[in-house]
């Protein structure tokens, strides 16, 4: 892992800090930020979002998921965790702490509803679990999200009777999931065409890789420039969100190391299942937020805190799954770098 994306929650916390500075030292600058909108979505923040969406859709390898008849097991794990486990346990933390809060019930709902697909590639392979199985599973979320992510925030947020524009979330959805993913696969096979799927692969997608990360961090500094006020007035908002957000992590963690162990699956399976299992896909979360919402509100900043906990989170599941490993917790010791 490169030095920049190694101290990721560094750069996290400041670029929050350098948003907070900047909506209270230069006058106006939420104003003038919220100003660049069109049919209610942020420009700079649509711009941020897609440019976070579209190198995650480029992990998107059909041909891969023929190999899901080899080996099921792991591929079903991760799929029951993302869209059944993790989605009820999230929903069932949020009814019992932000009860009568329902934007950021809201919040956790969208990010536990998310499975992640493409900073699970990252922790994949700093964890030395199989890339191959990551592949495939990261390709079979790219698609299950498309269907699944609309239907299932709305089941949820239907059962606690929290009323949201569906059809904005599906709007969201479309354009951030659905328009990356094409023109993602257009472009793939264009330049694959013309430089080779070597080039591809080691040049082209490396550096959309990095555009992600910027992405990011500009994104972290638009939305908290322009609700500097609102966080600063309302901190513990941010405080309470937290709190499911937290206990959710170790709950579905703890599910999936429990079941992983139980399935006997190897290290290198076992890991990547845990890791994607228990991951949440917050880009998409914050879209929807933000096109439901709006950039000032609640739900946008509620579905930050998950990007803000989830980075150190997942990099302390990866030394967690790696220190089990070395301990054969899944009954093959191994010597993981």
């Not at 030395?128 to 199985?133: D, R, S, T, V």
């Not at 096979?189 to 990011?216: C, H, M, N, S």
């Not at 299942?273 to 509100?297: D, K, L, N, R």
Request: glycine letters at 10%.
């Amino acid at each position: 892992m490169h030095g920049f994306e190694k101290y990721l929650p560094i750069w996290v916390v400041v670029c929050m800090g350098l948003g907070l500075l900047l909506s209270q030292t230069v006058p106006g600058v939420g104003e003038t930020i919220g100003s660049w909108e069109v049919g209610g979505v942020s420009i700079p923040i649509g711009i941020c979002l897609f440019l976070m969406m579209y190198p995650a859709m480029l992990n998107l390898q059909v041909a891969e998921l023929r190999k899901l008849r080899t080996n099921p097991k792991p591929i079903l794990l991760t799929l029951f965790s993302n869209w059944i486990f993790s989605p009820l346990v999230h929903l069932g933390l949020a009814s019992l702490f932000l009860r009568g809060n329902p934007q950021l019930m809201v919040a956790v709902i969208l990010l536990g509803s998310s499975p992640c697909t493409a900073m699970v590639l990252v922790w994949g392979k700093l964890a030395g679990g199989n890339q191959e199985q990551n592949v495939v599973n990261t390709s079979l979320n790219t698609l299950t999200i498309i269907f699944l992510y609309v239907p299932v925030v709305a089941l949820l947020t239907g059962m606690q009777n929290i009323p949201i524009d569906r059809v904005m979330l599906a709007v969201s959805a479309g354009v951030f999931i659905g328009a990356p993913l094409l023109i993602g696969i257009v472009s793939k096979r264009l330049l694959t065409r013309a430089k080779g799927i070597e080039w591809f692969d080691r040049v082209y997608r490396p550096f959309v890789g990095k555009v992600t990360i910027v992405a990011l961090l500009v994104t972290l500094v638009v939305l908290f420039a322009l609700n500097g006020e609102v966080l600063l007035h309302h901190f513990d908002k941010l405080l309470l969100v937290s709190v499911p957000l937290l206990i959710a992590f170790p709950v579905v963690l703890g599910f999936n190391l429990i079941v992983t162990r139980a399935l006997k699956f190897r290290y290198r399976e076992a890991i990547i299942s845990t890791i994607i299992g228990s991951s949440s896909h917050f880009e998409i979360a914050i879209a929807a937020a933000v096109g439901m919402y709006g950039v000032g509100s609640y739900a946008a900043l509620g579905t930050t805190m998950g990007l803000f906990w989830e980075v150190p989170v997942m990099l302390s599941v990866v030394y967690l799954g790696k220190a089990l490993g070395r301990r054969g917790f899944w009954g093959d010791p191994v010597v993981a770098k």
